[in-house]
């Protein structure tokens, strides 16, 4: 049991500000903007070329799937090759609050705060084509994660930029609180999971998914212990919560995948979802009015996915959206 002492009537509030970081592209040292009209070609040396593509979905779950597809062909290399960035996507926390409907007083007594506590990135390849690399691998829990894929004429695929590359791509994004877990590294499936870790509650905590601290339950997102108010309004606020439990998250990762030579077209389906916990407030009522808000956290109660498919286009180097 973790003893804390009581908190002080005044709380400070601090704004989580959630910055959009966008990637570069870089070809023999100079910068070219990622914004690439589609499908036009950029020669990169001895022959090889980079076809740039763009792809932006949404869907009603409110998460944004967007592609930047580079098709590398190189005629010093025995395969074909596309980097595939998730720049630009975003999947929307959905926080909102609910009650039971047969209260009374609806909101008064008890209350559910619905938050984000896991993101999930995922891709599969369906016929030809196998993913040769990816980034970000293992665990990270740094607040800022990048990542970067360079290429050399030949078929030289590195994670770190060095100057012999004639193309590479770099892209990045934010995670406070939470962290980012490579599931899944397969041939033909990669899969990113980023859960939430812990939270500060106005400089009390950490505070986790499961903490408890005797009388009061979870305080993970209660605004206060005894206060005067109703349960609908004694969460803490959306800038006093995490940003990506809240309000959205960005993800960027990337994958590059090879097909042999004599194929013509492979089959890719990408998947963002969130999942949510329901944290809930109930007000304990003692003597003359008197009483305490208990805490409580259910864990994984709401999934949401949006499934994107695409055909990767090796002869016209296009991505193609279908579905």
Do not use: C
Request: charged share 20%; proline share 3%.
């Amino acid at each position: 049991m973790i003893k804390k002492k009581r908190r002080p009537q005044v709380f400070l509030k601090s704004i989580t500000a959630v910055a959009i970081l966008l990637g570069s592209l870089t070809l023999n040292g100079a910068s070219v903007s990622a914004q690439v009209a589609k499908n036009s070609p950029i020669d990169i040396g001895q022959g090889a070329k980079v076809y740039n593509n763009l792809s932006t979905r949404f869907g009603n779950e409110k998460i944004k799937t967007s592609l930047s597809v580079s098709f590398i062909d190189d005629p010093h290399s025995n395969k074909q090759i596309a980097v595939i960035t998730t720049e630009g996507s975003n999947i929307d926390a959905d926080r909102k609050i609910s009650f039971p409907e047969q209260d009374t007083y609806k909101g008064y007594y008890r209350a559910t705060l619905h938050w984000a506590s896991s993101y999930r990135i995922a891709m599969e390849l369906n016929g030809s084509g196998d993913f040769f690399k990816v980034s970000p691998t293992n665990t990270i829990d740094k607040k800022t994660v990048s990542s970067t894929i360079g290429y050399t004429i030949g078929g030289t695929i590195g994670s770190i930029p060095n100057s012999s590359n004639n193309w590479s791509t770099s892209v990045s994004y934010e995670q406070a609180d939470y962290k980012t877990n490579l599931k899944t590294d397969t041939n033909k499936k990669v899969e990113w999971t980023v859960p939430f870790v812990s939270a500060m509650n106005q400089g009390w905590g950490p505070y986790y998914r499961d903490s408890f601290t005797g009388l009061y339950g979870n305080e993970l997102f209660s605004k206060s212990r005894n206060g005067q108010v109703w349960a609908k309004d004694n969460f803490l606020s959306s800038d006093q919560m995490p940003a990506l439990a809240a309000y959205s998250f960005s993800p960027a990762v990337v994958a590059v995948v090879i097909a042999d030579k004599t194929d013509s077209t492979s089959q890719l389906t990408v998947h963002l979802g969130r999942t949510q916990d329901s944290y809930k407030l109930q007000w304990h009522n003692e003597l003359f009015g008197l009483g305490y808000w208990i805490g409580s956290n259910d864990k994984d109660t709401f999934h949401s996915t949006f499934t994107t498919k695409y055909i990767l286009d090796w002869t016209n180097h296009k991505l193609i959206e279908i579905n």
